[in-house]
């Protein structure tokens, strides 16, 4: 069986072969609150949370970004093919009589350490030629011994600190710093994002301010395809159509995807969505209070100018 003939078969460009080791600047970083809660499903000490894994392959999922960044980052589609794939892998792999899990490490920084791929400012991981425009999953594995492990490659740093990422940013970056309570992306998964991030929401799930200025990131953009305009208009998703948007971005978002549509009615000014607002408003108690009241009284100040 050839692991990298498999990871492609099931969608993914590249995959890394790295060893099962400890990242412990990784775990203190976490300790000392360097990275948000999105981080503490990471697993502290990989050999004692695989003790049977000699391997953890890491593969790669490039995407192009959309032409307009008002709709939703291009990544969060590609995140959801790529963990189907990763299940799909993991699988074929079973088959194979290979034991597999998907692995719950920090694949940024065990690729760094390898000596694969460069950081830049923006603490995003790049690979040419996709730049920083990829998805990663991993996979624990218990392979035959010897085990092949990819070298070192493609660590010669990239990022020349043009301070463009950080001039596009709300003030998560400060030459080559990165704050995580002030970057909107810490707030999009499980948890409420602060009001004070809500004028800032421009599309579902996103910011990729950083990357799309960056000099060094591919320049190719592809135009939104019509079915993911549709499925992720914020009126609709309101309104409880919320079904093809699931089906886009996965199936466990949809708290987090209703909040955002209720934002996004108000920073786009859709008048129409009032009515359905004022009505979850009545059903759902306290949950989406915060996004609500800011929808709802910015909606009815843009009706009473108009007025
Ligand atoms: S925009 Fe400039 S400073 Fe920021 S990551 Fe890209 S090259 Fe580095
Ligand atoms: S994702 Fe947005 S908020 Fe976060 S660092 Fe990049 S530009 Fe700043």
Redesign the pocket.
């Known amino acids: 069986m050839n692991l990298f003939a498999l990871c492609r078969q099931v969608g993914f460009s590249k995959s890394f072969l790295l060893p099962n080791t400890a990242y412990e600047d990784w775990t203190r970083h976490r300790n000392d609150g360097a990275f948000h809660a999105n981080a503490d499903y990471i697993r502290d000490d990989p050999q004692k949370a695989y003790p049977w894994a000699n391997a953890c392959l890491i593969c790669v999922w490039p995407y192009t970004p959309f032409d307009d960044p008002a709709v939703v980052p291009a990544y969060y589609l590609a995140s959801n093919r790529a963990y189907h794939a990763m299940n799909d892998l993991i699988r074929a792999l079973e088959k194979e009589g290979i034991r597999a899990e998907r692995a719950e490490t920090p694949y940024r920084t065990q690729l760094l350490a390898a000596g694969i791929g460069a950081r830049m400012d923006?603490?995003l991981w790049y690979y040419p030629p996709y730049g920083t425009f990829t998805v990663l999953w991993g996979v624990m594995l218990s392979l035959p011994e010897p085990v092949e492990y990819t070298p070192p490659h493609a660590n010669e740093p990239v990022c020349d600190h043009c301070g463009r990422?950080d001039a596009?940013?709300?003030?998560?970056?400060h030459q080559g710093t990165?704050d995580w309570h002030?970057?909107?992306?810490?707030y999009l998964e499980n948890q409420p994002m602060p009001e004070r991030f809500m004028p800032?929401l421009i599309s579902f799930s996103g910011?990729?301010?950083?990357?799309y200025v960056c000099p060094k990131n591919p320049k190719k953009r592809i135009p939104i395809p019509q079915q993911v305009r549709d499925a992720l208009d914020p009126v609709e998703i309101v309104k409880g159509n919320h079904k093809a948007a699931l089906e886009l971005l996965g199936r466990n978002r949809k708290k987090q995807l209703l909040r955002q549509a209720i934002v996004l009615c108000g920073n786009q000014n859709r008048t129409e969505a009032i009515p359905y607002l004022l009505e979850l408003s009545e059903k759902s108690g306290d949950s989406y209070k915060t996004e609500l009241n800011y929808a709802i009284s910015l909606l009815q100040k843009s009706g009473n100018m108009i007025e």
């Open positions: 923006n603490q990422c596009a940013c709300f003030g998560a970056l990165f002030a970057c909107i992306r810490s800032e910011c990729q301010r950083c990357q």
